[in-house]
Every structure is written in C-alpha cells, then in structure tokens.
C-alpha cells in the first residue's frame, strides 16, 4: 500500500511537471555554449563581432529557422545572473526591499528564436547597438512588480550595483513569462532582456538555433 501510494504521488507529480507553461517552445531548438577566451577576445566589441559572425554563418544553414544568442538559456544547470534593479520615480515603498530580476544580454531574433509570446511593444532587434539610446525588454513579472496596474511601455529602469553606475533603460516591449530558473521554475520570476551589444560584459555566450526538423 506504502509503494503504490508513493508510485501514484510521483506519477501525480510527473504529469503536473508535463503540463508547466514554459513560456517558450523548446520544440527543434539547439543549443551550444561558448566560452570566448580572453586572449583572443579581451574587449567586448571583438566579442560583438564574434557573435555577429557566427549568427550570419548560422542562419544560412539549411534547415535553419532562425538563431540568436543569450548569456543563459532557461532551466539550464549553471550560474545564473541576476540584477538588482531600480525604477525611475518609484523607491522601493520599504527601505529594506531589494528587487531582484533575471538578468539575459541577448542578440537580436533571441527571443523569436526561443517562441516567446511577445504581448506588447516590439523585441530586440538590430537597431539597439552600442551607442544607441539603451532598451529592455521585460517579462509580465517584472512589470507586475516594477509598474503594478500601468503601462510600462517607454518607462524607464536600470541595475543597480555598489560603486557602479549603469545607464536608465526605457522598456520597449512585455513578453509572457518564461521559466528562466531551473530552481525556481514553480513561480514567476521577473526577468529582463537587455542587448548583448549595449552592456559591456565577458559572460559566456549560448547560441540558440531553431530548425524546420530534428537539429
């Protein structure tokens, strides 16, 4: 009685995991780390040119739908980056309050790439590059929490860090949720997605290929 109790509860468990709205189609999707080396890559516009490269090459493969990368996929097992993040014209109502969102630099066609529903406003595209005024684009979560009950559309929010001073994004489109956080995966987490180009940093990168078929 003990084990087909306990067979039926993780049977239970199983088929709820089944039916989690990932908030993307994993469905033909490829995906490959890379780790560019310091020694050839030291400056982040070489490792813009990197993925420019790369992205080109891709999406003339046959059988490629399309292709974009991001510093992390979701429910991936490996370090996840986060952010402390700011609203312009709205301190936290209680002082001891530290928001904290899902932090992705991601390419251009990323999150076309992944099947994200976008809801509002547009996603990253090839026109918000380094010098270009800084955007984001952020999950129903994070809008939930940053602008509860308006319109975050041409609003304005940054991360926040000690002794650093990040510029103001303005947000240019809401995505449905998607489950970034293997850990976490049960609840919504707010999550931004900021362009690869615009933020200078050295995180790996992870190329996501959609095909017609089996990759």
Known sequence: MTL?????LIARSFNRLQHVELGFRPDNLLTMKMVLPASKYSEHRQRVAFVDQVLERVKILP???????????PLEREIAYDSVFSVEGRPPINPNDVPITSHRLVSADYLKTLGVTLIKGRLIDETDRAGKPPV??????????????EDPLGKRIKRVRPNQDFPWMTVVGIVKNVKEDLFNYRINRPVWYVPYAQVENNFPVNLVVRTSSDP
């Open 4 to 8: 087909l109790v306990g067979g039926g």
């Open 63 to 73: 059988g490629v739908l399309s292709a974009g990368t991001t510093t992390n996929i």
């Open 136 to 149: 984001v684009v952020i999950s129903e979560e994070l809008a939930r929490q940053a602008w509860p009950g």
